[in-house]
Protein backbone atom coordinates (compact mmCIF):
# COMPACT_ATOMS: atom_id res chain seq x y z
CA UNK A 1 0.00 0.00 0.00
CA UNK A 2 2.70 2.51 0.93
CA UNK A 3 4.18 1.53 -2.45
CA UNK A 4 1.67 3.69 -4.00
CA UNK A 5 1.81 6.54 -2.31
CA UNK A 6 4.92 8.25 -4.03
CA UNK A 7 3.40 7.78 -7.58
CA UNK A 8 0.20 8.96 -6.37
CA UNK A 9 1.53 11.84 -4.31
CA UNK A 10 4.22 12.86 -7.13
CA UNK A 11 1.79 13.17 -10.13
CA UNK A 12 -1.15 15.63 -8.20
CA UNK A 13 2.27 17.20 -6.76
CA UNK A 14 3.23 17.94 -10.21
CA UNK A 15 0.20 19.20 -11.53
CA UNK A 16 -0.48 21.38 -8.66
CA UNK A 17 3.22 23.08 -8.52
CA UNK A 18 2.23 23.47 -12.46
CA UNK A 19 6.59 22.53 -13.45
CA UNK A 20 7.63 24.53 -10.57
CA UNK A 21 10.98 22.36 -9.28
CA UNK A 22 11.56 24.45 -6.38
CA UNK A 23 9.72 23.98 -3.21
CA UNK A 24 9.43 22.95 0.33
CA UNK A 25 8.02 19.75 1.33
CA UNK A 26 6.88 19.23 5.11
CA UNK A 27 7.17 15.04 4.88
CA UNK A 28 5.86 14.63 8.44
CA UNK A 29 4.49 16.36 11.60
CA UNK A 30 3.35 15.28 14.92
CA UNK A 31 2.51 16.17 18.11
CA UNK A 32 2.25 14.31 21.75
CA UNK A 33 -1.33 13.93 22.72
CA UNK A 34 -0.46 15.19 25.63
CA UNK A 35 0.64 18.32 24.26
CA UNK A 36 -2.31 18.78 21.13
CA UNK A 37 -4.55 21.96 21.42
CA UNK A 38 -1.94 24.17 22.17
CA UNK A 39 -0.89 25.23 18.87
CA UNK A 40 2.43 23.56 18.67
CA UNK A 41 2.10 22.63 14.46
CA UNK A 42 0.50 25.51 13.86
CA UNK A 43 3.31 27.86 15.17
CA UNK A 44 5.87 25.19 13.50
CA UNK A 45 4.36 25.61 9.93
CA UNK A 46 3.96 29.46 10.22
CA UNK A 47 7.87 29.62 11.10
CA UNK A 48 8.56 27.54 8.35
CA UNK A 49 6.02 29.51 5.98
CA UNK A 50 8.04 32.64 6.78
CA UNK A 51 11.16 30.87 5.77
CA UNK A 52 9.25 29.52 2.44
CA UNK A 53 7.51 33.19 2.01
CA UNK A 54 11.37 34.98 2.30
CA UNK A 55 12.64 32.29 -0.86
CA UNK A 56 9.62 32.75 -2.35
CA UNK A 57 8.60 29.01 -2.78
CA UNK A 58 5.45 27.26 -2.03
CA UNK A 59 5.23 24.36 0.44
CA UNK A 60 4.06 20.87 -0.07
CA UNK A 61 3.01 18.87 2.64
CA UNK A 62 0.20 15.83 3.23
CA UNK A 63 -3.03 15.37 6.12
CA UNK A 64 -3.34 12.07 6.92
CA UNK A 65 -6.45 13.17 9.33
CA UNK A 66 -9.01 15.51 9.19
CA UNK A 67 -7.34 16.84 12.65
CA UNK A 68 -3.81 17.61 10.63
CA UNK A 69 -5.73 18.86 7.12
CA UNK A 70 -7.46 21.34 9.61
CA UNK A 71 -4.79 22.69 10.97
CA UNK A 72 -3.02 23.13 7.87
CA UNK A 73 -5.78 24.65 6.38
CA UNK A 74 -5.95 26.88 9.06
CA UNK A 75 -2.56 28.11 8.39
CA UNK A 76 -3.82 28.80 4.82
CA UNK A 77 -3.05 25.55 2.68
CA UNK A 78 -5.30 24.61 0.22
CA UNK A 79 -6.67 21.22 -0.46
CA UNK A 80 -5.31 19.70 -3.97
CA UNK A 81 -6.78 16.01 -3.46
CA UNK A 82 -7.77 13.49 -2.04
CA UNK A 83 -5.41 10.26 -2.19
CA UNK A 84 -7.19 7.18 -1.10
CA UNK A 85 -4.62 4.50 -0.74
CA UNK A 86 -5.17 0.31 -0.44
CA UNK A 87 -9.40 0.76 -1.80
CA UNK A 88 -10.94 -2.50 -0.85
CA UNK A 89 -8.02 -3.96 1.21
CA UNK A 90 -7.90 -2.05 4.23
CA UNK A 91 -10.33 0.05 6.19
CA UNK A 92 -9.58 4.24 7.02
CA UNK A 93 -7.04 2.88 9.56
CA UNK A 94 -4.96 1.13 7.27
CA UNK A 95 -5.91 -2.55 8.55
CA UNK A 96 -6.77 -5.54 6.60
CA UNK A 97 -9.69 -5.68 5.85
CA UNK A 98 -11.43 -7.19 2.68
CA UNK A 99 -13.93 -3.94 0.32
CA UNK A 100 -12.51 -1.75 2.96
CA UNK A 101 -12.50 1.85 1.90
CA UNK A 102 -8.79 2.52 1.71
CA UNK A 103 -6.58 5.36 3.97
CA UNK A 104 -7.15 8.98 2.75
CA UNK A 105 -4.30 11.61 2.59
CA UNK A 106 -4.90 15.08 2.38
CA UNK A 107 -2.40 16.51 -0.95
CA UNK A 108 -2.40 20.28 0.31
CA UNK A 109 0.11 23.21 -1.18
CA UNK A 110 0.78 27.01 0.63
CA UNK A 111 1.62 29.49 -1.67
CA UNK A 112 3.43 32.62 -0.39
CA UNK A 113 1.52 35.96 -1.15
CA UNK A 114 2.35 39.33 -2.31
CA UNK A 115 1.48 42.53 -0.79
CA UNK A 116 -1.75 42.46 -3.14
CA UNK A 117 -2.47 38.91 -1.32
CA UNK A 118 -1.85 36.85 -5.09
CA UNK A 119 -0.10 33.98 -5.61
CA UNK A 120 3.87 34.79 -5.83
CA UNK A 121 4.51 31.78 -8.53
CA UNK A 122 8.35 31.66 -8.44
CA UNK A 123 10.98 31.85 -10.80
CA UNK A 124 13.19 28.73 -11.44
CA UNK A 125 16.63 29.66 -10.89
CA UNK A 126 19.07 27.23 -12.81
CA UNK A 127 21.24 27.02 -9.95
CA UNK A 128 20.12 24.05 -8.23
CA UNK A 129 22.37 24.62 -4.86
CA UNK A 130 20.61 24.23 -1.33
CA UNK A 131 20.32 28.07 0.32
CA UNK A 132 21.20 28.08 3.77
CA UNK A 133 17.57 29.16 4.70
CA UNK A 134 16.86 25.47 3.20
CA UNK A 135 19.11 23.96 5.14
CA UNK A 136 18.67 25.66 8.70
CA UNK A 137 14.72 25.79 7.59
CA UNK A 138 14.52 21.74 7.98
CA UNK A 139 16.66 21.77 10.77
CA UNK A 140 14.44 23.68 12.21
CA UNK A 141 11.84 21.28 11.26
CA UNK A 142 13.29 18.62 12.55
CA UNK A 143 14.18 20.02 15.66
CA UNK A 144 10.39 21.22 16.23
CA UNK A 145 8.95 18.11 15.66
CA UNK A 146 11.83 16.16 18.26
CA UNK A 147 10.65 18.61 20.79
CA UNK A 148 6.40 17.87 20.09
CA UNK A 149 7.39 14.20 19.88
CA UNK A 150 9.40 13.84 23.20
Known amino acids: MLG ?28 DAAARG ?16 KDGLPIWIEGTTDNSANVYSKCGFELVERITLGKGVVDADGK ?27 VEEKNEAWSVSSIISGLLLLSAVYVAVY
Open 4 to 31: DLSPKVDAVKARALGGQKRYYYVFFTAT
Open 38 to 53: KGLCSKLIKKFQDIAR
Open 96 to 122: KKKGGDGVVTRAMIWWPRGADGEKLIP
